[in-house]
């Protein structure tokens, strides 16, 4: 089965970075996804992963290390608007339609 | 462009009374379509799974059900409702064909059962 573990809360200052790093276990692998989601509102992707490597999207970056089973997400220059959830996923291996998604990490911006 | 719409966005019902909420997509053909529930602070938690009309996947027992009546509707059902039921209800889409899982997902619809 699939197992997803990432931290539940983070909290960093205006301009700064945070990491939040995810470790999963899951038979079969295509891919992981990093989602966003701010309270009350519904997911928004912001980066897929399938190779080993960095992924840079301006100000977020994520990175994925299959023969480790982790990924982490940057978040680089923090907005107080970065204040959100931010969920790791992964397509489950015996179909993978569906996602195994992380509890979330809340991620706390302060001034 | 696609689009996904969920209705109502917030709902409060008494235990024991029925639940219908929709969602559709627009813009995509044969989407693969999920409701996930998420309760206060936990994470998503899918409870079906279509990948086309009437081809409906459940993922845990419940007292829920779903209906996929037409390709780009999906329906979530109860015939009574649990306190346990309260939570905020999303409906996704994925691409059914091709090697893109990304999932888009609709705006959300908020259930409060007293």
């Known amino acids: 089965g699939q197992n997803i573990d990432q931290p539940t809360e983070m909290t960093a200052t205006e301009g700064a970075i945070v990491q939040i790093n995810c470790t999963y276990q899951t038979s079969g692998f295509n891919g992981l996804f990093w989602y966003q989601q701010h309270a009350g509102e519904a997911p928004t992707f912001l980066s897929y992963?399938?190779?080993?490597g960095l992924e840079e999207k301006g100000r977020f970056s994520s990175f994925l290390s299959r023969s480790k089973g982790y990924s982490y997400l940057l978040l680089k220059e923090l907005q107080m608007k970065d204040s959100a959830s931010y969920l790791c996923a992964v397509p489950r291996g015996d179909s993978w339609g569906k996602f195994q998604f992380g509890a979330g990490t809340q991620v706390v911006v302060t001034p | 462009s696609q689009t996904i719409h969920q209705w109502p966005a917030t709902l409060v019902q008494p235990v024991g009374s029925p639940l219908s909420l929709e969602c559709t997509v627009e813009?995509?053909?044969?989407?693969?379509l999920y409701w996930y529930r998420q309760a206060a602070g936990r994470g998503l938690q899918l409870l079906f799974y279509s990948v086309g009309i009437g081809q409906i996947s459940s993922e845990v027992p419940q007292n829920l059900s779903a209906s996929r009546p037409q390709d780009r509707q999906f329906i979530l059902s109860s015939k009574k409702l649990l306190l346990s039921d309260s939570g905020f209800y999303l409906c996704?889409?994925?691409?059914?064909?091709?090697?893109?899982?990304?999932?888009?997902f609709g705006p959300g619809t908020r259930l409060t059962v007293t």
């Open positions: 996704a889409w994925s691409p059914g064909t091709g090697n893109s899982y990304e999932q888009y």
């Open positions: 992963n399938v190779l080993d």
């Open positions: 813009g995509t053909s044969n989407p693969n």
